[in-house]
T-cell receptor
Framework: QKEVEQDPGPLSVPEGAIVSLNCTYS??????FMWYRQYSRKGPELLMY????GNKEDGRFTAQVDKSSKYISLFIRDSQPSDSATYLC?????????????FGIGTKLQVIP | EAGVTQFPSHSVIEKGQTVTLRCDPI?????LYWYRRVMGKEIKFLLH????????ESGMPNNRFLAERTGGTYSTLKVQPAELEDSGVYFC????????????FGPGTRLTVL
Protein backbone atom coordinates (compact mmCIF):
# COMPACT_ATOMS: atom_id res chain seq x y z
CA GLN A 1 0.00 0.00 0.00
CA LYS A 2 1.28 3.45 -0.93
CA GLU A 3 1.81 5.91 1.90
CA VAL A 4 0.07 8.64 -0.10
CA GLU A 5 -2.76 8.04 -2.55
CA GLN A 6 -3.69 10.63 -5.15
CA ASP A 7 -5.86 10.32 -8.24
CA PRO A 8 -3.62 11.10 -11.23
CA GLY A 9 -6.53 12.44 -13.30
CA PRO A 10 -6.46 14.07 -15.74
CA LEU A 11 -9.06 16.51 -14.49
CA SER A 12 -10.55 18.91 -17.00
CA VAL A 13 -12.72 21.84 -15.89
CA PRO A 14 -14.09 25.02 -17.51
CA GLU A 15 -12.60 28.37 -16.58
CA GLY A 16 -14.18 29.78 -13.44
CA ALA A 17 -15.01 26.40 -11.94
CA ILE A 18 -14.14 25.35 -8.40
CA VAL A 19 -11.54 22.60 -8.41
CA SER A 20 -11.20 20.05 -5.64
CA LEU A 21 -8.03 17.97 -5.37
CA ASN A 22 -7.57 15.32 -2.72
CA CYS A 23 -5.10 12.92 -1.16
CA THR A 24 -5.32 10.25 1.46
CA TYR A 25 -2.44 8.94 3.49
CA SER A 26 -1.72 6.03 5.78
CA UNK A 27 1.23 7.19 7.89
CA UNK A 28 -0.08 8.83 11.07
CA UNK A 29 3.40 10.30 11.70
CA UNK A 30 2.86 12.87 8.95
CA UNK A 31 2.52 16.30 10.51
CA UNK A 32 3.35 18.74 7.73
CA PHE A 33 1.19 18.88 4.63
CA MET A 34 1.98 20.64 1.41
CA TRP A 35 0.66 21.19 -2.07
CA TYR A 36 3.08 21.73 -4.90
CA ARG A 37 2.25 22.89 -8.40
CA GLN A 38 4.37 21.63 -11.28
CA TYR A 39 4.26 23.00 -14.78
CA SER A 40 5.52 20.87 -17.64
CA ARG A 41 9.30 20.46 -17.66
CA LYS A 42 9.66 22.50 -14.45
CA GLY A 43 10.35 21.62 -10.84
CA PRO A 44 7.63 21.47 -8.18
CA GLU A 45 6.72 24.89 -6.80
CA LEU A 46 5.35 25.17 -3.26
CA LEU A 47 1.77 26.41 -3.29
CA MET A 48 0.39 25.79 0.19
CA TYR A 49 1.85 24.58 3.46
CA UNK A 50 -0.07 23.58 6.58
CA UNK A 51 0.76 22.05 9.90
CA UNK A 52 -1.83 19.93 11.71
CA UNK A 53 -5.56 19.83 11.00
CA GLY A 54 -7.63 22.74 9.80
CA ASN A 55 -7.99 25.12 6.90
CA LYS A 56 -5.59 27.60 5.35
CA GLU A 57 -6.55 30.11 2.72
CA ASP A 58 -4.31 32.02 0.30
CA GLY A 59 -6.09 33.98 -2.36
CA ARG A 60 -8.03 31.58 -4.58
CA PHE A 61 -6.48 28.55 -2.88
CA THR A 62 -7.69 26.79 0.26
CA ALA A 63 -5.94 23.81 1.82
CA GLN A 64 -7.74 21.53 4.24
CA VAL A 65 -6.27 18.86 6.49
CA ASP A 66 -8.32 16.29 8.37
CA LYS A 67 -5.86 14.20 10.34
CA SER A 68 -8.58 12.05 11.90
CA SER A 69 -9.53 10.83 8.43
CA LYS A 70 -5.99 11.09 7.02
CA TYR A 71 -7.35 13.21 4.21
CA ILE A 72 -6.13 16.46 2.70
CA SER A 73 -7.68 18.69 0.07
CA LEU A 74 -6.84 21.66 -2.09
CA PHE A 75 -9.60 23.87 -3.44
CA ILE A 76 -9.07 26.32 -6.25
CA ARG A 77 -11.77 28.95 -6.71
CA ASP A 78 -12.41 30.78 -9.97
CA SER A 79 -9.98 28.53 -11.79
CA GLN A 80 -7.94 30.09 -14.59
CA PRO A 81 -6.22 28.58 -17.63
CA SER A 82 -2.92 29.50 -15.96
CA ASP A 83 -3.82 27.03 -13.19
CA SER A 84 -3.37 24.19 -15.68
CA ALA A 85 -0.57 22.11 -14.19
CA THR A 86 0.07 18.99 -12.16
CA TYR A 87 -0.74 19.35 -8.47
CA LEU A 88 1.24 17.23 -6.06
CA CYS A 89 0.26 16.64 -2.48
CA UNK A 90 3.23 16.11 -0.20
CA UNK A 91 3.76 15.46 3.47
CA UNK A 92 6.40 14.74 6.04
CA UNK A 93 6.79 13.61 9.60
CA UNK A 94 8.06 15.56 12.57
CA UNK A 95 10.81 13.23 13.71
CA UNK A 96 13.00 10.37 12.55
CA UNK A 97 13.91 11.46 9.05
CA UNK A 98 11.47 14.32 9.36
CA UNK A 99 12.94 16.22 6.48
CA UNK A 100 12.07 13.53 3.97
CA UNK A 101 9.02 14.53 1.91
CA UNK A 102 6.63 11.88 0.63
CA PHE A 103 4.71 12.80 -2.51
CA GLY A 104 1.50 11.72 -4.12
CA ILE A 105 1.68 10.88 -7.79
CA GLY A 106 0.13 14.23 -8.77
CA THR A 107 -3.16 15.20 -10.39
CA LYS A 108 -2.98 16.73 -13.84
CA LEU A 109 -5.41 19.64 -14.10
CA GLN A 110 -6.53 21.36 -17.27
CA VAL A 111 -8.63 24.52 -17.11
CA ILE A 112 -10.35 25.15 -20.41
CA PRO A 113 -11.00 28.78 -21.43
CA GLU B 1 17.39 35.52 -4.69
CA ALA B 2 18.43 32.87 -7.17
CA GLY B 3 16.58 29.57 -6.97
CA VAL B 4 17.92 26.05 -6.95
CA THR B 5 19.78 25.33 -10.17
CA GLN B 6 20.60 21.98 -11.71
CA PHE B 7 22.91 20.94 -14.49
CA PRO B 8 22.53 19.49 -17.04
CA SER B 9 18.86 19.89 -17.82
CA HIS B 10 18.90 16.73 -19.89
CA SER B 11 21.39 13.90 -20.26
CA VAL B 12 21.26 10.95 -22.63
CA ILE B 13 23.77 8.17 -22.00
CA GLU B 14 24.19 4.52 -22.83
CA LYS B 15 23.88 1.72 -20.34
CA GLY B 16 27.15 1.20 -18.52
CA GLN B 17 28.32 4.80 -18.82
CA THR B 18 28.80 7.24 -15.99
CA VAL B 19 26.83 10.42 -15.46
CA THR B 20 27.26 13.19 -12.91
CA LEU B 21 24.43 15.52 -12.02
CA ARG B 22 25.04 18.81 -10.27
CA CYS B 23 22.85 20.86 -7.94
CA ASP B 24 23.45 24.37 -6.65
CA PRO B 25 21.15 25.13 -3.71
CA ILE B 26 19.80 28.51 -2.70
CA UNK B 27 22.55 30.49 -1.01
CA UNK B 28 22.51 30.01 2.75
CA UNK B 29 20.45 26.83 2.70
CA UNK B 30 22.13 24.19 4.85
CA UNK B 31 19.80 21.39 3.80
CA LEU B 32 20.06 19.83 0.37
CA TYR B 33 17.96 16.94 -0.92
CA TRP B 34 17.91 14.70 -3.94
CA TYR B 35 14.70 13.18 -5.27
CA ARG B 36 13.89 11.14 -8.32
CA ARG B 37 10.80 10.62 -10.41
CA VAL B 38 10.65 7.53 -12.56
CA MET B 39 8.05 7.70 -15.33
CA GLY B 40 4.58 6.94 -14.07
CA LYS B 41 5.66 6.92 -10.43
CA GLU B 42 5.75 9.36 -7.54
CA ILE B 43 8.67 11.63 -6.78
CA LYS B 44 10.80 9.62 -4.36
CA PHE B 45 13.31 10.80 -1.80
CA LEU B 46 16.93 9.74 -2.34
CA LEU B 47 19.00 11.49 0.30
CA HIS B 48 19.46 14.53 2.49
CA UNK B 49 22.58 16.55 3.30
CA UNK B 50 22.97 18.92 6.20
CA UNK B 51 25.87 21.05 5.07
CA UNK B 52 28.44 18.51 3.92
CA UNK B 53 27.15 15.59 6.02
CA UNK B 54 24.73 12.94 4.85
CA UNK B 55 21.79 13.08 7.23
CA UNK B 56 19.62 10.44 5.59
CA GLU B 57 20.47 8.31 2.57
CA SER B 58 17.73 5.75 3.05
CA GLY B 59 16.30 6.36 -0.42
CA MET B 60 19.45 5.66 -2.41
CA PRO B 61 18.62 2.72 -4.70
CA ASN B 62 21.99 0.93 -4.59
CA ASN B 63 25.74 1.48 -4.49
CA ARG B 64 25.87 2.63 -8.10
CA PHE B 65 24.69 6.00 -6.82
CA LEU B 66 27.15 8.30 -5.06
CA ALA B 67 26.25 11.73 -3.73
CA GLU B 68 28.69 14.29 -2.45
CA ARG B 69 28.51 17.80 -1.09
CA THR B 70 32.02 18.99 -0.56
CA GLY B 71 32.27 22.21 1.43
CA GLY B 72 28.56 22.25 2.07
CA THR B 73 27.71 24.18 -1.07
CA TYR B 74 26.85 22.46 -4.34
CA SER B 75 26.19 18.75 -4.58
CA THR B 76 26.84 16.11 -7.20
CA LEU B 77 25.06 12.83 -7.79
CA LYS B 78 27.03 10.28 -9.77
CA VAL B 79 25.55 7.18 -11.31
CA GLN B 80 28.15 4.56 -12.22
CA PRO B 81 27.52 2.40 -14.15
CA ALA B 82 24.11 3.58 -15.34
CA GLU B 83 21.34 1.07 -15.94
CA LEU B 84 18.13 1.41 -17.93
CA GLU B 85 16.01 1.66 -14.78
CA ASP B 86 17.94 4.77 -13.70
CA SER B 87 16.11 6.82 -16.31
CA GLY B 88 13.93 9.51 -14.82
CA VAL B 89 13.95 13.09 -13.61
CA TYR B 90 16.30 13.88 -10.76
CA PHE B 91 15.26 16.82 -8.62
CA CYS B 92 17.32 18.70 -6.12
CA UNK B 93 15.78 20.76 -3.35
CA UNK B 94 17.14 22.95 -0.57
CA UNK B 95 15.84 24.44 2.64
CA UNK B 96 17.06 26.55 5.53
CA UNK B 97 18.00 25.08 8.86
CA UNK B 98 14.66 24.83 10.69
CA UNK B 99 12.44 21.78 11.02
CA UNK B 100 9.45 23.50 9.48
CA UNK B 101 11.33 25.17 6.66
CA UNK B 102 9.98 24.29 3.28
CA UNK B 103 11.94 22.72 0.49
CA UNK B 104 12.45 24.62 -2.74
CA PHE B 105 12.94 22.52 -5.82
CA GLY B 106 15.13 22.93 -8.84
CA PRO B 107 13.91 22.30 -12.39
CA GLY B 108 15.32 18.78 -12.46
CA THR B 109 17.71 16.85 -14.67
CA ARG B 110 16.07 14.47 -17.11
CA LEU B 111 18.26 11.38 -17.41
CA THR B 112 17.72 8.93 -20.24
CA VAL B 113 19.70 5.70 -20.23
CA LEU B 114 19.61 3.83 -23.54
Amino acid sequence: QKEVEQDPGPLSVPEGAIVSLNCTYSNSAFQYFMWYRQYSRKGPELLMYTYSSGNKEDGRFTAQVDKSSKYISLFIRDSQPSDSATYLCAMRANSGGYQKVTFGIGTKLQVIP
Amino acid sequence: EAGVTQFPSHSVIEKGQTVTLRCDPISGHDNLYWYRRVMGKEIKFLLHFVKESKQDESGMPNNRFLAERTGGTYSTLKVQPAELEDSGVYFCASSRRGVSDTQYFGPGTRLTVL
